[in-house]
Structures are given as structure tokens and as C-alpha cells.
């Protein structure tokens, strides 16, 4: 048997059997474990109540031997050579690439951070580590670029929340920021699909799934592999969005402590039904004749059945088209007001924002109209939709809406509600408020805080 020694008066064998299940030795000393660890100073001490531990012989000599199971062989040569004050390899910052292999130090990526806080978290030994936390924890920042995010919040990397609450024993500050990002990030982005469930809990599949951009393949023609980042599951599906290509890949939420993914999943339940209760009620309202659409003066919003009849038919076929027509379902709870299949509430703002009306567009025609101006008004009906894009800038300008024959864009018009809006149908103005609304709730969601301010 071969076996690393990282002292020359080793009296210990630890045994790794990795996540690859190949096999790695090392030669240590016990008072190093047992001085880092509470852990290891209950099975190691000579007075210890558990079994005697086995005896293995190396290079003839004999020695007590403990195991490691499941974990990347660097995380294990990281701690063990912090406990030996031989840390002339270890890196002070982690990558998410790997490092060639010409390296004068050991791989570090982010996978070896996980599996080495799992260790730090297993042994109760992470304060050993408070000369390296710092650096570790700041190179999850990523590189700055113009299309910049931390590597905290991309996809595969859902493990920092987990590796930030190990860490937070030393760098509270730094490792609270990253869990109330990690976590809002999921709150807004995460699928669940509420049809796996096999029980009354919807949260009984610990299933969860995220967007991600689509990369090509390693050795595709033409490929930027840049960094290497972490490994996530096969496609489920694939869809384009603003001219981009993304993959729906499960993504792995089991080291997440409950409390935080309890919070996660409670906040986007409660968050979806903020975003989806007016537009349902809007609906509901629509639906039921006998129950006529209200504004603040407890007048009907649109006394023109005809524009009414035109706009309850045109918002059905886009709930059918937008995925949501499980919203004309009467008495819906709050749960089954969820959209089916995997949605997160960006995909759900999405839809909203897609969502199209058609109403009529003559001044101060949405009371009861004559029979001889609903030509007049078929002609100048218009449909209501939002703009694709809108610049920043543009968001700010006032301009006066045109009677054309021309869509009006509603949720980009700051001047909606002015005299000049009149010809503008009160239903549309309503959902064109939905919209917004639902936009609003959605950038409102906070992530987990673990220590109120």
C-alpha cells in the first residue's frame, strides 16, 4: 500500500474513497486531527467509548487506521494539509477551472471548495481554515466583463449557499451577502414541477430545475470553452428567448440547509400568488357577466358590451397561448393558482407581460353604444400589447398617445391615465396596471437574511 505523509512521526492512516470511488492514502498525525477537530477527538482519543479502530500495515509499519468517503481527493488534501502547517500548495483563491496539471498547486475549483466546506462542516473545523476564508469566499465574485455576474447566482453553482453558511462562523458579513443573493436569485429563477408530486406536499419531489444558457459542447466546432464551469444534468427542454438558446437542467438543492430552502420555496409560493391574484380576479371578473368590472366610483369600466364581448375573447386565446388558461377555472386556491409544468416567476412575469387584449379605440365610446357606431368602432379596434423592448432612457419620456389605427403600447405610456387617453378602453388600462404590477413584485423579492440589521 502506498500512502502521502504529510509528517515524518505519522501515527495515522486515513483512507479516502472519492466521488469517483478510486482509492487515496495518507500518513498523519492523530494529535493534529485531534487538536482541529471535536470530532476526531472523540473516535481518535485513547479513552474513546466507540470500537477500536483497525490497524493497517504500511511499508512495515502499523498504524491505526480511520475513513473518508465521498469527496474530491483536493478537498481532503486541503484540510489535512492546513493541519500539518504545509499549506505551500494551496491555493488562496479557488477557480472555476481546472488547474493544468503542471501547477505548483492543487486543483481547486468549485466543486473542491464544496466537498472541503462538507468536511469543514462534518469535523466542526472550519476555523483552521480563517487564513484562507476570505480569499476563497471573494473569488466567488467572478471576473468583472460587460456582461458580468458573480458566479454565486449561476446555475450549477447553487451550493454557495450552503458553502456560505459553513463559512459564516468566520466571514459573517461576506457569507450573509451571498445567501440572501443565492437564494433571491432562486426565489425569481427555480422550477418546480408541481406534477411530481406523488403525495399531498407539494414539495415532496426534491426535484428543482433552472434556465441555462446553452454552451457548446467541448471539441464543437468552433466552440469558447473558456472556463470550465460546474457540471449540471442533460436538457429536459430547450427554448429561445431575446435570440439567445437556453436549457431547462435540474439542478441539485440537497445541501441547502432546510431553513433557507423552506424560505425559498415558501417565498415563491407566496410571490406568485401577489403576482397571479389580480390578474386572476381580473378574469374571474371578466367572465361572470352578473358581476361587472368595477372602477373606484363603482361604475362599470366599460359600458360597451361589444368592447367588452372583444376583450374577454381576445384575453381568453392569450391566457390559452401564454400557458395560463388554468386561470378561467373558477375557486382556484392558492396553490393551484400556480401555473402547471416547470415555471419559475420570471417565466410567469413573462407570460403576463406577453399577454395580449383587444378593445375599441374611439373617444368616449366604453358606455353602451348605438347600434350604428359598433361599425365604426370594429374598424378603430385596436390591440393592446407590450413593447418587446424599451430602452432605459426612453422610459422616461411623456408622449402623447396617437388615435391611429396603430397598437397602442400601454405599459410603456406614462401619459395612459391623462385626458388625452380617453379613446383608451378602462379594461385595457386595467391589465395594462397588471402588468406593470406584476414586473414590480417580482424585482421586490428578497433573499434569506440570516441576521436582521
Same mark, same amino acid.
Given at each position: ?56 500495515? #504500511?511499508?512495515?509499519?502499523?498504524? &491505526?487506521? %480511520?475513513? *473518508?468517503?465521498?469527496? +474530491?481527493?483536493? @478537498?481532503?488534501? $486541503? ?102 443573493? #443565492?437564494?433571491?436569485?432562486?426565489? &425569481?429563477? %427555480?422550477? *418546480?414541477?408541481?406534477? +411530481?408530486?406523488? @403525495?399531498?406536499? $407539494? ?31 442533460e436538457p429536459i427542454e430547450t427554448r429561445e428567448h ?73 384575453? *381568453? ?118 402588468k406593470e404590477n406584476a414586473q414590480d413584485i417580482l ?11
Open positions: 500500500m502506498k500512502a502521502y505523509s504529510y509528517t515524518p512521526i505519522a501515527d495515522l492512516l486515513v483512507d479516502l474513497t472519492d466521488t469517483k470511488q478510486q482509492q487515496h492514502s495518507f500518513l498523519v498525525s492523530s494529535a493534529a486531527l485531534r487538536t482541529a477537530s471535536p470530532v476526531w477527538r472523540k473516535l481518535l482519543d485513547p479513552d474513546s467509548k466507540f470500537a477500536p479502530l483497525e490497524t493497517v500495515s #504500511v511499508d512495515g509499519h502499523d498504524y &491505526r487506521r %480511520i475513513t *473518508v468517503e465521498g469527496v +474530491e481527493p483536493e @478537498s481532503l488534501q $486541503i484540510l489535512l494539509g492546513i493541519l500539518h502547517y504545509s499549506t505551500e500548495n494551496i491555493p488562496k483563491k479557488w477557480k472555476p477551472d481546472p488547474v493544468a496539471t503542471t501547477s505548483a498547486f492543487l486543483k481547486f475549483n468549485f466543486s473542491v471548495l464544496r466537498d472541503l466546506a462538507l468536511l469543514l462542516d462534518q469535523y466542526d473545523c472550519v476555523a483552521v481554515t480563517s487564513y484562507f476564508a476570505n480569499g476563497w469566499i471573494d473569488s466567488g465574485k467572478g471576473e468583472a466583463g460587460p456582461l458580468w455576474e458573480p458566479d454565486y447566482v449561476r446555475v450549477g453553482f447553487e451550493e454557495w449557499i450552503f458553502i456560505a453558511s459553513v463559512f459564516g462562523r468566520l466571514e459573517r458579513v461576506a457569507c450573509d451577502n451571498i445567501i440572501q443573493l #443565492v437564494s433571491r436569485e432562486l426565489i &425569481r429563477d %427555480i422550477c *418546480v414541477d408541481t406534477s +411530481e408530486s406523488t @403525495s399531498g406536499d $407539494i414539495w415532496d419531489k426534491s426535484k428543482y430545475y433552472r434556465w441555462k444558457e446553452t454552451q457548446l459542447r467541448l471539441g464543437d466546432a468552433g466552440a469558447d470553452n473558456g472556463p470550465q464551469i460546474v457540471s449540471v444534468g431575446e435570440g439567445k438558446d437556453f436549457d431547462l437542467v435540474e439542478v441539485n438543492l440537497e445541501l441547502v440547509p432546510q431553513k433557507v430552502l423552506d424560505f425559498i420555496l415558501e417565498q415563491r409560493l407566496s410571490t406568485s400568488y401577489q403576482i397571479l391574484a389580480p390578474l386572476y380576479r381580473f378574469v374571474q371578473e371578466l367572465l361572470d357577466s352578473w358581476t361587472p368590472l368595477l372602477n373606484n366610483e363603482n361604475t362599470k369600466l366599460c359600458e360597451n358590451n361589444e368592447c367588452s364581448a372583444i376583450a374577454l375573447g381576445t384575453l *381568453v386565446q392569450s391566457l390559452n397561448q401564454q400557458g395560463l388558461n388554468h386561470l378561467l377555472t373558477k375557486n382556484l386556491t392558492k396553490v393551484e393558482l400556480l401555473p402547471p409544468g416547470r415555471c419559475s416567476l420570471q417565466d410567469l412575469t413573462r407570460k403576463i407581460q406577453a399577454l395580449q387584449m383587444t378593445t375599441f379605440k374611439i373617444r368616449n365610446i366604453h358606455r353602451k353604444m348605438e347600434s350604428s357606431d359598433i361599425e365604426e368602432s370594429i374598424k378603430n379596434a385596436v390591440a393592446v400589447k407590450p413593447r418587446s423592448t424599451i430602452d432605459s432612457e426612453i422610459r422616461l419620456v411623456r408622449t402623447p398617445l396617437s388615435y391611429t389605427n396603430r397598437p397602442i403600447f400601454l405599459r410603456a405610456d406614462r401619459d395612459i391615465a391623462s385626458t388625452q387617453s380617453t379613446a383608451v378602453c378602462p379594461l385595457a388600462l386595467k391589465l395594462s396596471k397588471i424585482n421586490l423579492v428578497k433573499g434569506y437574511k440570516i441576521h436582521e440589521d
